[in-house]
């Protein structure tokens, strides 16, 4: 079964730095996607970025971008300019290429100082 | 375009009681998913279906029952409440075969006393 791995249950950073949120995951799958998701106060899920697995370039989205290590199945965020709209919870998820199921991990709370 | 619609948003219930939660979409999406969110837990997932009158177990299907009758709509059945079942329930949808990520409703915060 596929897992997904958050190791840093809260992350720190402030207004207008970067910060890098960590996510492994483990499958035996080699056509697959990978996302993470946001989670603000209001509990709406949103999409902040995809990645797929046969794609070698990082996938980007304005400030947020990821490192996809597909070798050493690790897919992180890198958040640049953190804003204070930043804040909330972020989850990674794996998706194998042809099913339906979303695996999540257990999601990393960020905080944005002043 | 109103995407994945949930209701109710909020739900008190009393143990042993029923209750249907609703979700319904409108973008002619195959794959449907409910998950429960628990603090430190993520999202877990407890039943999917990958059409009308197509649905399968999740990881945490126990007291709970779904069923597919149209591509639109995917209600979660909680047959008989218990407090274990607080939680915050969410609804998605996606197309097939594509690796689009899920589309979430709302999400319905339930407390079971």
């Known amino acids: 079964a596929q897992t997904v791995t958050q190791s840093q249950p809260e992350m720190s950073v402030q207004e207008a730095e970067t910060v890098t949120l960590s996510c492994t995951y483990d499958?035996?799958?080699?056509?697959?996607?990978l996302f993470w998701y946001k989670q603000p106060p209001s509990r709406q899920m949103i999409l902040v970025i995809r990645q797929e697995a046969y794609k070698q370039q990082n996938a980007t989205e304005n400030r947020f971008s990821v490192n996809f290590q597909k070798a050493a199945k690790s897919f992180s965020l890198k958040i640049s300019d953190s804003q204070l709209g930043d804040a909330a919870m972020y989850f990674c998820a794996y998706r194998a290429g042809t099913a339906s199921k979303l695996t999540f991990g257990t999601g990393t709370r960020l905080q944005v100082t002043l | 375009n109103a995407g994945v619609t949930q209701t109710p948003k909020f739900q008190v219930l009393k143990t042993g009681q029923s209750m249907t939660l609703q979700c319904a979409q409108d973008?002619?999406?195959?794959?449907m998913s409910w998950y429960r969110q628990d603090p430190g837990m993520g999202l877990r997932l407890i039943h999917y279906?990958?059409?009308?009158?197509?649905?399968d177990q999740g990881e945490v299907p126990n007291g709970y029952n779904v069923s597919r009758s149209t591509t639109e709509d995917f209600p979660l059945r909680l047959l008989s409440a218990a407090p274990s079942q607080t939680s915050v329930y969410f609804c998605?949808?996606?197309?097939?075969?594509?690796?689009?990520?899920?589309?979430f409703g709302s999400g319905t915060r339930l407390t079971v006393v």
């Open positions: 998605a949808s996606s197309r097939p075969g594509t690796g689009d990520g899920y589309t």
């Open positions: 973008m002619n999406h195959e794959y």
């Open positions: 499958t035996s799958e080699s056509d697959y996607y």
């Open positions: 279906s990958v059409g009308a009158g197509i649905t």
